[in-house]
């Protein structure tokens, strides 16, 4: 069975500065996706960035990107220029390409707080 | 566009109470989700329904069920409610087939309190 891990409950930020956040997975599979999710305090989760496990190139969404080792089975988001509006609860999710359709596995989250 | 929508946005039950959340997709989207987001632990997988049909289940007891009806609305039922079924309720919904490898979007949740 698949897992995911964010082995940070909790991180901060200067407001302008960059951080990244961690997420290792586990699985025996070859293709997969892999998703970074926000989920501010409104509850609704916002998907913030996706990586297909065939591409190399890491994926880049603005200020957000991330840097993917495939080998490591590591997945973790950097946030530059970190804004106000970036503090939230961060979710790394991976989701198999064959048979479990839409399923999404999701680690325990890293909240991330932002410093002015 | 709407978004994906949910109600009630919350919802207090006693124990051994029936619960039914109500989860309307994304126009055009043909597969909802369903989440349990207990506090302090992540999200975990419940239901998958797609044209109308349950594809895949999470390690849930069968007093945690639903359906999806023709419009792709989908349901929610929680039978014989315990404490522990307190928690957010996110359903989410998306395209079918290799569309949904672009990810999905979710609705806001419904917040259910097992008093």
């Known amino acids: 069975a698949q897992t995911v891990t964010q082995s940070q409950p909790e991180m901060s930020v200067q407001e302008a500065e960059t951080v990244t956040l961690s997420c290792t997975y586990d699985t025996s599979e070859s293709d997969y996706y892999l998703f970074w999710y926000k989920q501010p305090p409104s509850r609704q989760m916002i998907l913030v960035i996706r990586q297909e496990a065939y591409k190399q190139q890491n994926a880049t969404e603005n200020r957000f990107s991330v840097n993917f080792q495939k080998a490591a089975k590591s997945f973790s988001l950097k946030i530059s220029d970190s804004q106000l509006g970036d503090a939230a609860m961060y979710f790394c999710?991976?989701?198999?390409?064959?048979?479990?359709?839409?399923?999404?596995?999701f680690g325990q989250g890293t909240e991330l707080s932002v410093k002015p | 566009e709407a978004g994906v929508t949910q109600s009630p946005t919350h919802l207090i039950k006693t124990s051994a109470q029936q619960a039914t959340l109500r989860c309307s997709p994304i126009?055009?989207?043909?597969?909802v989700y369903w989440y349990q987001q207990a506090l302090g632990l992540g999200l975990q997988f419940l239901l998958w329904?797609?044209?109308?049909?349950?594809?895949n289940r999470g390690n849930f007891p069968p007093r945690f069920s639903g359906r999806q009806f023709p419009n792709y609305s989908s349901e929610l039922n929680v039978n014989a409610l315990e404490l522990e079924d307190s928690a957010l309720y996110l359903c989410?919904?998306?395209?079918?087939?290799?569309?949904?490898?672009?990810?999905?979007?979710f609705g806001s949740g419904t917040r259910l309190t097992v008093v």
């Open positions: 989410a919904s998306s395209y079918g087939g290799e569309l949904v490898n672009y990810g999905y979007t």
């Open positions: 999710a991976y989701r198999s390409a064959h048979n479990q359709g839409g399923k999404l596995i």
């Open positions: 329904y797609d044209e109308g049909e349950e594809r």
């Open positions: 126009s055009g989207h043909t597969s």
